[in-house]
């Protein structure tokens, strides 16, 4: 049972499914795109198959989800963050969080945040003190990190959940440099580094395609959380089963 009328969009984008009129119900969810990326994404067509509930999911990142499952706009959140670090980030985005004690919290997956550069730079190994000096602005020459010479161009997904985190261990909590170019999701983050040989990125585990590198860095692996309001409802339930279960086959590890 929905809390609001379902937008004009929302059913021309479900009329487009491959489910269509043949979902009895539908789940709303906030999510980040770690969750968007390695989860949502590979299950969607099997999980409305399997059980006539339509999934329509929105990359707002975990901030803007958790802010949305507040006011009653979605059914449930789902970030790249563990429940600790998301109330972290919520402090720390000055975000808020009406009542934490009404969160109930379940890890639902796992990611490893990725560094994307251009396919055929000759990079592959970069370390801690390298990425800190990339992405806070000290190193902008791809010579002195053993590629080419060429400038460094930092592509910064402005809705990646782990964002908070590459700040928090990578960077040491330093400001990010401000010359980035933003972008809203890590497909919009993949397709500018592959059209720019000097880039360089971020993004979850099943973002990296062949169309990009991921050099080898310093591993940063994260839970995948779904937060609701008290106990998931039985269709949030469906999908958190589904997603532990089924759906396994479908999520790139």
């Known amino acids: 049972m929905k809390r609001f009328l379902i937008?004009?969009?929302m059913i021309i984008i479900f009329l487009m499914t491959g489910l269509?009129?043949?979902a009895e119900e539908i789940l709303i969810l906030g999510a980040g795109q770690a969750p968007t990326e390695n989860i949502l994404k590979p299950i969607k067509g099997p999980f409305e198959k399997g059980t006539k509930i339509w999934l329509y999911f929105i990359p707002y990142g975990p901030k803007v989800a958790l802010m949305e499952l507040e006011k009653g706009k979605v059914d449930a959140a789902l970030g790249g963050l563990s429940f600790e670090d998301w109330m972290n980030l919520m402090e720390v985005e000055k975000a808020g969080v009406k009542d934490p004690s009404v969160l109930h919290h379940v890890i639902v997956g796992k990611d490893k945040i990725k560094v994307l550069i251009q396919k055929d730079n000759p990079a592959s190994k970069l370390t801690k003190e390298q990425l800190k000096g990339i992405f806070t602005g000290k190193i902008t020459n791809w010579k002195d990190v053993g590629g080419k010479d060429m400038p460094i161009i930092v592509v910064w997904t402005k809705f990646l959940g782990g964002n908070y985190?590459?700040?928090k261990t990578i960077l040491d909590s330093e400001p990010l440099t401000r010359n980035v170019i933003?972008?809203?999701t890590s497909v919009d983050a993949r397709e500018m580094i592959a059209s720019k040989p000097g880039a360089i990125g971020l993004g979850p585990l099943a973002i990296v395609t062949r169309t990009v590198k991921s050099p080898e860095t310093p591993e940063i692996e994260r839970p995948i959380t779904l937060i609701?309001?008290?106990?998931p409802s039985p269709n949030v339930q469906k999908l958190i089963d589904f997603i532990k279960g089924e759906g396994q086959k479908y999520?790139?590890?």
Do not use: M, Y
Not at 228 to 231: A, E, L, S, V, Y
């Open 7 to 9: 937008s004009l969009t």
């Open 165 to 167: 985190l590459f700040t």
């Open 228 to 231: 609701t309001i008290g106990k």
């Open 182 to 184: 933003e972008v809203a």
């Open 251 to 253: 999520i790139k590890h």
């Open 20 to 22: 269509s009129v043949f």
